[in-house]
Every structure is written in C-alpha cells, then in structure tokens.
Nanobody, 126 residues
Framework: QVQPVESGGGLVQAGGSLRLSCAASGRAFSTFAMGWFRQAPGKERDLVAAIGRAVGSTYYADSVKGRFTISRDNAKNTVYLQMTSLKPEDTATYYC???????????????????WGQGTQVTVSS
C-alpha cells in the first residue's frame, strides 16, 4: 500500500516561497510517477507539476512554469514542490499523488494516479 503524506503548507505573502514535501511509503517508490495537484474553492482539481522515474521527466502547468520546481529524492521516498514568487491565485489545497501503473511515466490527468494524500493548504496573501 502506498500512502502519500503532504507537509509544508501554510500562509505566505505574495512574492514569498514555500516548499511542499510528500513522503510516500512503498519499496518501489523510485518507479512511481508523482504528481502535485491543487484545488481552489469552487474550482476543479488541476495538475500543477509531475515527475516521472526518468531523469528530466517533468511537467509543469503553464501557470507555474518558471516559479515552481518539482524534484524527488528516491532515497527518502519523497517528492518536493518548491514554490517561489507565489501569487494569491496560487492559494489552494495541494495534493500529492502517486501513479504506479505506467512504469514511472507521469500522467497529465487524475485518472493516471492511484494513491492520493489528504492535502495541505497553501494560502498566499496579497
């Protein structure tokens, strides 16, 4: 069983930075695709960033390109989302998800992920 657990959310002023962490159990963590999604009140949950097992295999939504960086530490079974130059519109609950079915290739949709964390709140004040 894989159980992602997010941490690192909080309240930050616009222009500030936060780093989210997601620890996921499972001996095959290095083979998982990992994604960060976010959901703002009244909106759908959207993919923000994803990382596959292959080096350099990453995806970013246009809205966060150049500001967010996804990375993984397989020795720690952890994926990170470094967020900089935060904007009020980044305010949302951020979810970590693990995909185990596609040999480590990341998916651009929720259906491509099998295990989800409970979410961590990020609030950016103006």
């Amino acid at each position: 069983q894989v159980q992602p657990v997010e941490s690192g959310g909080g309240l930050v002023q616009a222009g500030g930075s936060l780093r989210l962490s997601c620890a996921a159990s499972g001996r095959a963590f290095s083979t998982f695709a990992m994604g960060w999604f976010r959901q703002a009140p009244g909106k759908e949950r959207d993919l923000v960033a994803a990382i596959g097992r292959a080096v350099g295999s990453t995806y970013y939504a246009d809205s966060v390109k150049g500001r967010f960086t996804i990375s993984r530490d397989n020795a720690k079974n952890t994926v990170y989302l470094q967020m900089t130059s935060l904007k009020p519109e980044d305010t949302a609950t951020y979810y970590c998800a693990a995909g185990v079915r596609y040999s480590g290739s990341y998916s651009g949709t929720e259906s491509g992920y099998d295990y989800w964390g409970q979410g961590t709140q990020v609030t950016v004040s103006s």
